[in-house]
């Protein structure tokens, strides 16, 4: 329980019995409750007003990295036939225009 030992939680709630009485305590530990379920709750309303943003970016983020894949591979393909000789190149037969 948020990483507290058994010694550590018998230490504090001794102090809160000590600061509060056995009067208040009761009181005191309802609202500790109802502080942490409100909190359970919010947190858990911000996971899942964020977490569809969250997924829509991770789209967005891989499409822009395909797109960037092909671009890259497509410049890549480019270079590669403009530095390739024009004897080497697909179609040229070799001979040229020689007389």
Known sequence: MFGLGAGEILIILV?????FGPK????????????????????EDLRK???P??????QEVKMVEQDFQASMKEAEEEINQATTPADKQPGSSGTGNQA
């Open 49 to 51: 007003s964020v977490e």
């Open 15 to 19: 102090i809160a019995f000590l600061l």
């Open 24 to 43: 208040q305590l009761p009181e005191v530990g309802r609202q500790v409750g109802k502080a942490v379920k409100g909190f359970k709750e919010t947190a």
């Open 53 to 58: 943003e969250l997924n829509m970016i991770q």
